[in-house]
């Protein structure tokens, strides 16, 4: 027998070794859409490992929250990812377009939820905030105070980003120009468009992503920015020189859904009811500084901890709370638009 013959041996009885176990362990793990950045470190720590070590599940990340990724994998069978966290506007568009699994009775013990816990299909999570923050190196603390500031390029000139999602962005294009809060929705979506029109010369990025936010906000690649509260807060932690806006910002539900068809349909459901248990909610948004869906978890939450919660009462007056169903109803067509315009 030769070297290579032996070596060709040993690989394969090593690989014959090998399979059993990976055959017997085949499934035993779950893809989870991440938004990166603070929500993933959080959930990593207070969510993801806790449940592995407890069911042996592994879960493996996916980067880059798309709806058009949602529709696909629906669609083809092939299953980028199993589990995402959805907005209520997404939330309602997914569910029309039958793109998530229904919680029942045998897979969520809706006894353990809050009475509002499910709603299209998704069960509620937390709350985020998506707010106007600056790079103050350039800018003082307290000069930009609200929408019609980020807007004004003459008196605050450089460089600016904003989401790529019609959801978070279309609600500050009407602030604005001057639309009233309680007018938000339903939203006007060609007044929308003649707004954005006046700041696209200055807009560097549309954002995707939760660290891709905050590293061009932290880095002064930007001078403003339209960024979720955590990725500021984490950024500011972090010693970089930057200014959250507790004005004018816009309040989500977030919401765990299960990809309609996927093969690991009932371990996503066991790692969602595991996800939202109170105290394990709690942990998760104090490191992530979001704000409970389950008004219990707070029983787990000093008033220290809330400081920098969007539902804070404390800064209930610059709170917009979204309407999903509104959203819902024209965001299809609204993003496509978006999308369309944001190449011209």
Known sequence: MTILTARRTLLGATAGMLAAPALKAQGRFLYINSWGGTWERAARQHLFDPFTAKTGIEIRITSGVNFAKLAAQVRTGNYEYDISTLGGPSLVQAEQSNLTERPTDQTIDR????????????????????????????????????????????????????PRSMQWTFPFALLADGVAKENIYPIDMDRAFRSLDKV???????????????????????????????NVLSAKRNGAPVELVWNQFTVDRTYWVVSRGTPRAAMAFEFIQFAVEPERMARFCIDGQYGPFDTRAFNWINEEQTKDMP???AYAAGAIEHEPRSIGAIMTAATRRFEAWQIQ
């Open 111 to 162: 006894g353990k939820l809050p009475s509002d816990g499910i709603f299209a299909n998704g069960i509620g999570n937390h709350a985020y905030s998506t707010n106007l923050a600056v790079n103050t190196r350039n800018l003082p603390a307290g000069e930009v105070r609200d929408w019609r500031d980020f807007w004004n390029l003459q008196k605050y000139p450089g460089r600016r980003a904003l």
């Open 200 to 230: 696209k010369p200055a807009i560097a990025s549309w954002w995707t992503q939760g660290g891709q936010a905050q590293q061009l906000l932290a880095d002064g690649e930007v001078q403003m920015i339209g960024i979720w509260h955590a």
């Open 311 to 313: 539902t804070n009462p």
